[in-house]
């Protein structure tokens, strides 16, 4: 059985400078900003379009080495974009299937972040406590564009 879950992430930076940052060109800024977590990444398929792979390759002592995601929608206007894992990541070990919607907003003084997880369980397995994981992990992502766009006001305008 499937299972989803949904937050929200309030960002003090305009919504497309933070989209172009933390979901078009993530595989980029990812290992400049958080190489602790993510030591590389790159498109493995694709031009960035709709059907592109990327792969993110983690720092020894996380859960999984790496992570293939795939494009499968893609809004740049409306800062929309919907993700699918194909490989990595707990795929056939913990999950069978997993993909993110995330759109970002323009709020007053920002933007909100908008992020919904959908995965689908092994059977027998237990995820308990896999989507706050999750939603930390995402957290992360944006809270870290988000001080690198601040600090850097020029990039991804």
Not at 8 to 19: G, H, K, Q, T
Not at 37 to 52: F, L, R, T, Y
Not at 131 to 148: D, H, L, P, Q
């Amino acid at each position: 059985m499937s299972s989803s879950w949904t937050f929200e992430i309030d960002s003090a930076v305009p919504a497309p400078r933070l989209f172009k940052a933390a979901i078009l060109d993530w595989h980029n800024l990812a290992p400049k900003i958080a190489s602790d977590k993510i030591v590389s990444a790159a498109p493995v398929e694709g031009d960035g379009n709709v059907g592109s792979i990327r792969q993110f390759n983690f720092a020894p002592g996380l859960p999984f080495s790496f992570v293939k995601e795939r494009l499968d929608f893609l809004d740049v206007e409306k800062c929309e974009a919907k993700s699918t894992l194909v490989e990595g990541g707990g795929i056939g070990v913990h999950i069978e299937s997993a993909s993110t919607h995330i759109k970002v907003e323009p709020k007053a003084g920002g933007s909100v972040v908008k992020v919904t997880g959908t995965s689908k369980p092994l059977p027998g397995v237990d995820v308990t406590g896999e989507s706050e994981k999750a939603k930390g992990a995402f957290t992360g992502v944006i809270k870290g564009c988000e001080a690198y766009l601040v600090a850097n006001p020029d990039a991804y305008n």
